[in-house]
């Protein structure tokens, strides 16, 4: 059984690459690359697989799940510019493919043992992208 | 190995008739979509790539080149078009989501550029109620 929440952020970031030419940045990332930055509200949805607790009838406690999301992602990364304040965006471009990584990573020590696996992290930067991680 | 998905929108109309059924017939199996003069939607088509991110660029799929690619497979071909007349693989076959995600799939299947990222799943929203959702298990070679 699958159990998803919900969270969102709202974050400024450039995506750019040093070692490509102001020309060929324009060309991968689009007005991703504009040098002053541009930002987004991040919805984040972290979804948990395991078997009910036959007695309390839950995967896992949603509140617990809530308090994780916020301490690991939405209280780092709230309005926050990515690339300044929030590592490894100093030194890994924050794309959504790494952006959704990151907080794969930040999650995924939570769900280590316990019923509840992490089963994937989705994070959509605009209602129209969005990227799926299943860990490995 | 990442998954990202791209929305991309176009606006057409269709009918869902067989000939070779009576009209009663028609009318019991798609209602309101037999309407003779056809009735139109804005779909939405959810394009969804597979593939490890690049190291050095930190995306997965170069989504301008995507956007390119579907743009000039699938909604030049779709968008402002009568389905049933004008989209030819769909002039034989109703053109229910079913069948408009087959052909989007094999469309994009035949003409895919990449080996890396590969086609992973395609969702094609008729409307907000009724989503059909195709995994794609022929791996691009």
């Known amino acids: 059984m699958y159990i998803s929440r919900r969270a969102e952020f709202s974050a400024s970031h450039i995506c750019r690459n040093e070692k490509l030419s102001a020309q060929e940045n324009q060309s991968l990332y689009g007005p991703g690359a504009n040098a002053n930055g541009h930002g987004h509200n991040y919805v984040l949805e972290v979804t948990l697989k395991g078997d009910p607790d036959p007695e309390t009838g839950m995967i896992f406690d949603l509140k617990d799940l809530k308090d994780v999301m916020l301490r690991e992602v939405v209280d780092p990364m709230d309005h926050r510019h990515l690339n300044f304040e929030v590592p490894p965006f100093d030194k890994v471009i924050p794309t959504t493919e790494n952006v959704t990584l990151e907080i794969w990573r930040r999650l995924a020590p939570h769900f280590a043992d316990g019923r509840a696996r992490l089963h994937s992290v989705r994070l959509y930067e605009t209602e129209d992208t969005f990227v799926d991680y299943y860990g490995g | ?141």
Not at chain 2, 53 to 71: N, P
Not at chain 2, 80 to 99: C, F, G, K, Q, S
Not at chain 2, 131 to 139: A, G, K, T, Y
Request: proline fraction near 4%.
């Open chain 2, 1 to 141: 190995m990442v998954r990202v998905t791209r929305n991309y929108r176009f606006s057409a109309s269709h009918r869902l008739h067989l000939a070779n059924r009576s009209d009663e017939e028609n009318q019991r199996l798609f209602g309101k979509c037999n309407n003779p003069h056809g009735h139109g939607h804005n779909y939405v088509l959810g394009v969804t790539v597979e593939g490890p991110i690049d190291a050095s660029t930190g995306v997965a799929v170069d989504q301008g080149k995507l956007d390119e690619f579907v743009y000039r497979e699938i909604i030049a071909l779709f968008d402002h078009t009568y389905i049933n007349m004008d989209v030819e693989p769909l002039r034989e076959v109703p053109a229910t989501a079913e069948n408009i995600a087959f052909v989007i799939e094999r469309r994009l299947q035949a003409a895919w550029p990449w080996t890396q990222p590969r086609l992973a799943h395609i969702r094609v929203e008729e409307t907000k109620r009724n989503v059909i959702e195709l995994d794609v298990i022929n791996f691009h070679v």
